[in-house]
């Protein structure tokens, strides 16, 4: 696992494939965060493996399919991922949805559009538990 931790920001990877979403998570965490964003399997697969993250923001529908889930359910079964906090982030609002989500290893699961206070205020939980 490549790139060691930033101590004065926390660093999260934000897995999501819509541009205007990238914005806006973009404009509201950068003054706290340092922050990669990827929108494919590839790319997400690329970041993890040379940073480390203190947390991932996870869309669970990445390019039309929930390939979310699946990167969820790989990391949660490797040591060295396995103690990153989760944070899916999904339009689904079916409480089917939520319990997929828990069930393949999200601490946390939100729906879109979100409230930047919660937003945020869920990520500092995330990040004062690990």
Known sequence: MGEEINKTKPRI???EDDKENQKYLDFILRRTYEIDFCDSQ???FMLISRK??????MDITLKGEQIGL???RKLKRK??????????????????????????GSDVY???PI????LMDT??????QK
């Not at 409230?115 to 919660?118: A, G, R, S, T, Y």
């Not at 990520?123 to 004062?128: D, Q, T």
């Open 13 to 15: 990877l934000v897995a």
């Open 42 to 44: 590839d790319e997400f």
């Open 52 to 57: 480390k993250y203190n947390v991932i923001v």
């Open 70 to 72: 699946s990167h969820i």
């Open 79 to 104: 040591p060295e991922y396995r103690k990153i906090p989760i944070k899916s982030l999904s339009g689904h609002v079916f409480s089917q949805d939520r319990k997929k989500a828990l069930e393949a």
């Open 110 to 112: 939100l729906t879109k």
């Open 115 to 118: 409230e930047n206070k919660k």
């Open 123 to 128: 990520l500092e939980k995330l990040l004062a």
